[in-house]
């Protein structure tokens, strides 16, 4: 019996942590603010409905634009971890889901491509470095799997053998021939699980695919276009990815002290000056791609077509195997 408990003891921390390691691996080498050679930031604000026609959204699930498919990933695990959440507690149990904004800490996305997003969250640099704050400073456990050992700690052998039954089900047996449950882990994380799947397939594709279509003459031209009219709003910026920048840069210069383990900004004041200026400046920033945003985004679809043949018989292989 001392074995099975400390294999379940495993399986429970492993599930608690899994998704969000998987999450930062498949996402941190081409989304994460760590330089500025990896923050491909032409395509931060987009026009409601504008990826509605993607090909590659359409056949593989998940968009070319590096801060859109952040976004996307993000999304998805929340959805994942509010259902985890329900299926346990319908069990007749509590499970603690580390929040996927945790696991990213703050970074540019684009929200739901609307200018209503926009004036809120400006980039969703500040304001997600700001939710980062407040979850640390109200965090009753600085892990979710700490929470979740702890409770099942508390409960008698026989509630263990439920909870575990409940979170991973039956671990013998093929539940298509056997009938076994499958367990709320399985039920909520498989898309998850499988979108980084794919992710870490066509990480280094798509970084290629972004790096050629931000190189392209006519998209250089669009951005000379954007700051131009960036300029005439009084903003001096040579194309998107220096706002990006900028507001990283600007971000770094908050001075933050850490008190009893908690860490807090020294001037809440000039966080919240430096939030309004992100809403206000990505704002203009909308306004000026206006003029070239419907040529841009077919552009962008011809080289999701590209990739997309290019990768054609990969593509078959994975969807095939996970048929």
Known sequence: MAGVSYARHVIRHVIASIVAVALLSACASELAPQGVDRVESNDVALTEGSTSESPLEAQLGFASEPERR?????????SADTAIV????????????RPADEAFGAGAVVGDGSRDWILVNGLGITSSFINALATGATRVSSEAASTNLDYVASLTPEQQVDYDRALVGDLVGDPETTGLSSGCWEQSYLGVIALLGLL??????LGSLNSRLNSDPRVLGFQQTWSRCMGAAGYSYANERALVDDMYARLLDIELVDTDGVTQVVS????????????????????????FVDELTQLRYDYEREFLDDNRFRIADLQASSG
């Open 70 to 78: 952040r976004f996307q990933v993000i999304s998805k695990q929340r």
């Open 268 to 291: 809440g004041a000039a966080l919240d000056a430096l939030a309004e200026l992100e809403r206000n400046v990505t704002a203009v920033g909308f306004d000026c791609r206006l003029g």
């Open 86 to 97: 329900q299926c346990m507690k319908q069990a007749g149990f509590f499970y603690a889901a």
């Open 200 to 205: 870490d397939e066509f990480e280094l594709d």
